[in-house]
Every structure is written in C-alpha cells, then in structure tokens.
C-alpha cells in the first residue's frame, strides 16, 4: 500500500481544514487507517484512527470533537476533517495503513509523507 497525504496549508485559528489520504493498491479495504502528526522538536502523536469497516474511530483527547476521520474504501481514500483549529495544532500530519486501528503507531506498516498544517494565531 502506498499513501499520500495532502491537504495541508497555513490558516488562521478558529479555521477549518481537510487533510486527504489517497491510498493505492487493491487490499486498502483491509487495513485500518490512522492519522498522526509531528510538531518541530516533538515526539509523533496519535491523532484519529479508523477501522477497515469504518464502524470504528478513535481520537487523542486534544482533538476530540474538533477533528473528523472518515473513509471511502471504494475511493481508497480517507479523510481528516479538522474545525476550530489552534496554532497547537501546527505539525506535520502523516496518514497510516495497519493491521488494527491503534493509537500507537507500531501497528501501522504503512506511513504517507507527510502535509504540513500550520495554524497561525
């Protein structure tokens, strides 16, 4: 499975944005997808994840609320649909492909480049 991220930009707080991951290869349907991002100088953090069937999500606490992870498997796609967005929020997000749909980021074999998102205050 190969991703790609994209969607990122320089907005303002209180802004909204949507990332895209687009995902090639035919067993996309079988993974579960993750987003998490990376603040200069900051570990990687788990931001939203999503089950194959999409009947499942999660989301870091810090985002919960605000942020919205979607996906189409015919599409081979999933989405990261941010609102009220804060200059905390400024980092690198990168989308994943696992086995299960964790808040970790070992069971992820498969990882996009990144987009860069920045929130100015």
């Known amino acids: 499975v190969q991703l790609q991220a994209s969607g990122g930009g320089l907005v303002q707080a209180g802004d909204s944005l949507s990332l895209s991951c687009a995902a090639s290869?035919?067993?996309?349907?079988?993974?579960?997808m993750g987003w998490f991002r990376q603040a200069p100088g900051k570990e990687r953090e788990f931001v939203a994840s999503?089950?194959?069937?999409?009947?499942?999500?999660y989301y870091a606490d810090s985002v919960k609320r605000r942020f919205t992870i979607t996906r189409d498997s015919a599409k081979n796609m999933v989405w990261l649909q941010m609102s009220s967005l804060k200059p905390e929020d400024t980092a690198v997000y990168s989308c994943?492909?696992?086995?299960?749909?964790?808040?970790?980021?070992?069971?992820?074999?498969?990882w996009g480049q990144g987009t860069q998102v920045t929130v100015s205050s």
């Open positions: 290869g035919r067993t996309f349907s079988s993974y579960a």
């Open positions: 994943a492909a696992g086995t299960i749909a964790s808040t970790f980021p070992k069971p992820y074999r498969y």
């Open positions: 999503i089950s194959a069937s999409g009947g499942s999500t």
